[in-house]
């Protein structure tokens, strides 16, 4: 009998009670350096994994008229939880508000005695409040010689039963606010130390405690602070404070308390691709030269010219409303540098807002100048990587220079295939070893060194031949235009080769100055557009980037006739008034022409950005310039069909 009711038990454990599950693997994994809790899909296939070139996005069977680039994905969840509260860095995502805030002035630097120059506080406040963090702006940084440094510090915690602040307001010393609720005011002024200036002082408002506050209210908390100099926007996601706490006057650059509000994630750029019709369109904008103030105008006769920054930016969105690009390429010296930029994060937030203004996605490599001010340019990436649309990256550490990537421009049908291969490259500032008589100022250019030629074989030997012309996956979307354009293609014309490819970099490589190609039909020497009229840009070192790396990059494995080069341009920017075509041993080498009024150029030159229209998936190259005045210049194929022939 006991035997009996034991069996009949364990068949009711294994048929009715036990319910296997997943267990918390599924739900939890491994953070690097610590633990964290992160979601997980149910498709293990997220669209989002890796680098922004090699997005898989899902395919939705039953909404075939749904272009893949389009599909909507909810922002990948972050958790939080593991950001530091002690640490001021404006970029992360907090969602953790602030419990209090006050103002410090200090006669030494923060940086080197932060001990000396933090608030007074004990264990117990930083247990339940938080402990102080250091906003690493100086509000006096344009006050003068003999103004002490003036420092925002909050307070961050995750405690569910303290009053989080919910609003901000600066006002003057015998003012207070009108808002109703519990107001707080910090009692030293914004503008302590400096020389007869109206005191003005910072209050703020707290709320109910994170427990009591709904989702709404959560959002709306304030997590973080920032400074702003100059008068152009702040960075993205956070809001001006008025007034100013430094005025702007004469040379003096104006300076602004920014915040802002939950959290707020730059827009991610969707996966470069062709049109349906197999178009896709690059603008270059070269050398912005942009600085903290709103800039002077140089070499031009517009009249009026004032803040050149701003009428450049203009400009900038006037050229893309007209051309509509896909990509837009910044190819150095966004910032001006020569002590103009002493702030290069404050630039960094306006170079390129007419871009991400209209969301459109945009690259960037560095020049000369950008790292003149300071700020190295992994520092730089890490910021323009934080605003909307930006598909820039660091590249390897290993490899000289910052700004070494690969970006991929696929088909637009759902064979996602690889069509054009845009390579950008650091051709460096200054180099190492040429200084002028006093040892202070570098006076030769620097190059594309010997690691970044072997980065770009290796990244080139990686990318897998197609089959040339291209012809999409299915045919129902494109109609009549791909039947006629199927009919026109010869089976012998097809063969397996890489894609083309387009090159950026800044400075010029001696090569774009050297002899150019003739062309066969006509036996004129292939070179369209102005030159001459400024001395070579290009450095006096070579470490044969030309003849070692792009005249060794093919665009197949075979070494009969008709194969050809991989790379068909190479787009230049750095010398203003140069912006010509040049084809040098098969290789166009193409200068950009200033495009902004804050750089040097010509009167008479009118500002101008190039344009690439890669069009028939990707294999012809055209290419032309739109200049302020509207007008198409040097308007001509660069390769494919009715290019000049090899």
């Known amino acids: 009998m006991t035997a009996i009711i034991g069996f009949s038990l364990l068949l009711t454990w294994i048929f009715i009670l036990y319910q296997p599950n997943p267990g918390p693997g599924s739900i939890q994994k491994l953070g690097w350096q610590s633990w964290e809790v992160v979601s997980m899909s149910n498709d293990s296939q997220s669209p989002f994994q890796g680098d922004a070139t090699n997005l898989e996005v899902p395919t939705d069977p039953e909404t075939p008229d749904v272009d893949w680039w389009n599909v909507t994905e909810p922002e990948p969840q972050v958790d939080s939880s593991s950001f530091p509260l002690d640490v001021w860095a404006p970029l992360l995502p907090h969602t953790v508000g602030l419990s209090e805030i006050t103002v410090t002035q200090c006669r030494i630097n923060p940086t080197l005695a932060e001990e000396l120059c933090a608030p007074d506080s004990t264990s117990e406040q930083d247990a339940i409040k938080g402990k102080w963090v250091r906003v690493r702006r100086d509000l006096n940084l344009e006050g003068g010689y003999l103004s002490p440094y003036l420092n925002i510090h909050y307070r961050r915690t995750r405690r569910q039963d303290i009053n989080l602040i919910t609003d901000i307001q600066l006002l ?225 550490k290993d490899v000289y220079g910052v700004g070494n990537y690969v970006l991929k421009v696929l088909s637009a049908d759902s064979s996602k295939t690889h069509l054009l291969t845009l390579y950008f490259l650091d051709s460096g500032a200054y180099a190492k070893g040429y200084w002028d008589f006093f040892g202070f100022i570098p006076t030769e250019y620097d190059w594309i060194h010997e690691s970044q030629i072997d980065w770009f074989l290796q990244q080139s030997s990686m990318i897998k031949p197609i089959e040339r012309p291209f012809r999409p996956d299915s045919t129902k979307d494109l109609g009549h235009v791909w039947n006629t354009r199927q009919e026109q293609i010869a089976p012998d014309t097809r063969r397996l080769a890489k894609p083309n490819a387009l090159m950026f970099f800044h400075i010029p490589l001696q090569e774009a100055y050297a002899e150019a190609d003739s062309d066969p039909r006509t036996h004129n020497a292939l070179d369209v557009g102005i030159h001459g009229q400024e001395s070579p840009g290009n450095a006096k070192g070579n470490a044969g980037f030309y003849k070692n790396g792009v005249l060794k990059a093919m665009e197949s494995e075979h070494v009969g006739k008709g194969n050809a080069l991989e790379v068909k341009v190479i787009g230049n920017g750095h010398c203003h008034i140069t912006e010509n075509c040049r084809r040098v041993k098969g290789v166009w080498n193409c200068f950009g022409g200033g495009g902004s009024y804050s750089g040097y150029g010509k009167v008479g030159f009118d500002r101008r950005f190039r344009i690439y229209e890669i069009s028939e998936y990707g294999e012809t190259i055209r290419t032309y310039k739109r200049t302020e005045q509207d007008e198409i210049v040097d308007d001509m194929i660069l390769a494919g069909k009715g290019a000049p022939p090899l």
């Open 172 to 396: 003057a010393d015998n003012e207070e606010p009108s808002a109703p609720g519990t107001w707080h005011k910090v009692t030293t002024s914004l503008r302590a130390g400096v020389f007869r200036a109206a005191p003005l002082y910072l209050w703020y408002r707290t709320g109910t405690t994170a427990g009591e506050m709904t989702a709404i209210e959560r959002s709306n908390i304030i997590t973080e602070l920032d400074v702003l100099y100059g008068e152009d926007v702040p960075w993205y996601g956070f809001e001006k404070l008025e007034p100013p706490t430094m005025p702007n006057q004469g040379n003096v650059e104006a300076t602004w308390i920014t915040y802002r509000r939950g959290v707020k994630p730059p827009p991610r750029a969707p996966p470069l691709h062709f049109s349906r019709s197999g178009k896709f369109k690059i603008m270059q904008v070269a050398d912005l030269h942009y600085s903290v103030s709103q800039g002077f105008c140089r070499d031009t006769d517009r009249k009026p010219c004032e803040h050149s920054d701003n009428l450049t930016t203009t400009l900038v969105g006037k050229a893309i409303e007209a051309e509509k690009p896909d990509l837009v390429v910044f190819s150095g010296d966004q910032l001006n540098g020569q002590q103009t930029t002493w702030d290069p994060k404050s630039v960094l937030a306006k170079f390129a807002k007419a871009v991400t203004d209209r969301g459109i996605p945009w690259a960037a490599v560095f020049g000369n100048h950008d790292e003149e001010d300071g700020m190295p340019k992994d520092e730089q990436i890490m910021l323009m990587k934080g605003l909307p649309y930006s598909l820039v990256d660091g590249g390897p």
